[in-house]
């Protein structure tokens, strides 16, 4: 073994956001990028004689990037790193390998649902070894190391081949190649009633699973049309590419939109879904009935019951603060605990590790269970088709069934993309300035009742995270809540959450947008969007 210790500086700007470190991938093959952050990482958490599991996307860079990693994990003293085949594994999949081989963490490598290639982004994240993103003294800890590097350690020899299953070593370190969709699929037979499912298809069901070219087409054609008998052709794009496609791979009806316009057409299947880059998020399309990501995570817990793995019931709801309200309504019916958390997987460890949470959500489209320790965009496809299988009835009819006995919670999210970073901080600064003067003041028809900067006290580790989105609360049983976004590589994002309460079920088949159309107009009028960002309206609409 041949060890090089190679003399760095600090490189500005690797503070880890709240899905690890995300930039350009031009930004991480810079020389020294990719290997001071991994140093850094390395430093934190000390690796001598663990076991790590590695694995990311496949977007551009993917592979190269696992190659140094390899090297310099060797280099640190690291005893086994367990890695998917061809270096790929879904980040639901990598917490599944994590908890089920009970390695030391792991590393991930994806931008989640940001474009890939090379000029797309790329991104790099660790693991705990309970299976979650990493939490803020760790991320504190590694971030603190990269103002302060001054050298990296990797071995001079290449890695080992990871294209074949099998074991091989890098100087006194085990490289383990595995199959990255068994220990998942095995996971996932656990949990749900395949036989259930696969009787659903054979009766002539029918789905168009849109796999965007990202990483869960091969779990998907392997669980889908290979477990549970769905014919060849349901899985679509399934195949992983560098650059996915071309396209972006963020399972919206903006993105996703070839499988959005088929499943509200006349020759729509029974069901629709797809997942993003990493395969932690979905979205979820009945014939002609889109369900929000809000919307899901609710009717998810209201009928989790009806699969095996949740056959006893729930420990608790959670949902990140700006995701909707209508999970909180089924956890009250439930008479179990309803837990709101800042933005960020993270924050749902604590809860789901000492039992107080069984399954949590946020609005951006993730949803997932205690069965990991991560959001799982193909988790939420199999407790639907659970679900219709069980009740067998169409998506429509189950959301009207859900809205008449809970009420409707109107919801959108509007995102306004690569703003001026000044200007949205400013906007933001303003808004949280201005916050005791709002309650009583009247906006485009309806009355403000409360305003504040939300905060949030862990329940379990007492740990506190403040100013997470400002929240307007309205008389009229609506909510404002507006964020900068963390995921975006260029300027910044800024996000508004829009949402209103309508229990009426005569008033259940609103148009969103129109129902929402005054909670529109008067965050708009708030914080003056046009005016500060120059923009006429968002760029995307979910």
């Not at 959670?318 to 933005?343: C, F, N, Q, W, Y």
Request: glycine share 12%; with cysteine.
């Amino acid at each position: 073994m041949s060890k090089t210790t190679i003399a760095t500086k600090p490189i500005d700007g690797q503070k880890p956001g709240t899905s690890g470190l995300r930039q350009q991938t031009a930004v991480f093959m810079q020389p020294g990028y990719l290997e001071n952050f991994v140093q850094s990482l390395f430093d934190a958490i000390d690796p001598a004689g663990k076991t790590l599991t590695l694995g990311g996307d496949g977007r551009y860079f993917n592979t190269e990037a696992i190659g140094t990693i390899l090297r310099m994990a060797a280099a640190n003293g690291v005893a086994r790193v367990v890695v998917g085949q061809g270096g790929i594994l879904s980040t639901p999949a990598a917490s599944a390998v994590i908890r089920t081989r009970k390695t030391d963490g792991g590393i991930i490598l994806s931008a989640s649902h940001n474009p890939g290639g090379k000029d797309g982004d790329f991104g790099i994240k660790y693991n705990i070894p309970a299976g979650g993103p990493a939490p803020e003294a760790i991320t504190s800890a590694i971030h603190e190391r990269t103002t302060t590097i001054s050298e990296y350690h990797i071995l001079e020899e290449a890695a080992p081949d990871i294209a074949a299953l099998g074991e091989a070593t890098l100087g006194d370190m085990v490289v383990e190649v595995i199959d990255p969709v068994e220990i998942y699929a095995d996971l996932m037979q656990s949990l749900f009633d395949f036989g259930a499912i696969r009787d659903l298809f054979a009766s002539g069901f029918t789905m168009r699973f849109d796999a965007m070219h990202a990483v869960t087409g091969p779990y998907a054609k392997k669980i889908l049309e290979g477990l549970l008998g769905a014919p060849e052709g349901t899985v679509m794009n399934a195949t992983p590419l560098p650059d996915f496609g071309g396209g972006h791979p963020d399972p919206n009806p903006t993105y996703a939109k070839p499988l959005f316009d088929l499943m509200m057409s006349q020759d729509a299947p029974d069901f629709g879904a797809a997942s993003d880059g990493d395969g932690d998020r979905n979205m979820i399309v009945g014939r002609g009935a889109y369900v929000t990501p809000s919307d899901s995570l609710a009717v998810l817990a209201a009928n989790a019951h009806l699969a095996p793995g949740y056959a006893d019931g729930l420990k608790g709801v959670a949902r990140s603060m700006p995701t909707s309200r209508a999970a909180d309504r089924v956890a009250l019916k439930l008479g179990i605990g309803a837990h709101e958390t800042p933005t960020g997987w993270k924050f749902f460890g604590t809860l789901l590790d000492a039992g107080l949470a069984t399954i949590c959500g946020e609005e951006s489209a993730g949803t997932g269970s205690n069965h990991v320790r991560e959001k799982d965009g193909l988790w939420a496809v199999l407790l639907w088709l659970n679900i219709l299988a069980v009740r067998k009835q169409p998506v429509a009819e189950i959301l009207a069934e859900h809205w008449a006995e809970f009420g409707r919670d109107y919801y959108s999210r509007h995102d306004y993309e690569g703003v001026d970073k000044p200007a949205a901080e400013a906007l933001m600064a303003d808004l949280r300035a201005a916050l005791p003067e709002l309650p009583g003041r009247k906006l485009a028809g309806l009355t403000v009742r409360e305003a504040d900067d939300f905060a949030y006290t862990d329940p379990v580790d007492g740990s506190r995270a403040a100013q997470q989105g400002i929240r307007i609360f309205f008389e009229e049983d609506a909510r404002a809540v507006f964020r900068l976004s963390g995921t975006g590589t260029v300027g910044a994002t800024l996000r508004l959450y829009v949402e209103r309460f309508e229990p009426d079920p005569a008033r259940h088949d609103l148009d969103a947008q129109k129902a929402l159309a005054e909670v529109i107009s008067a965050a708009g009028t708030l914080a003056d969007i046009a005016g500060r960002t120059g923009r006429a309206g968002p760029d995307v609409i979910t």
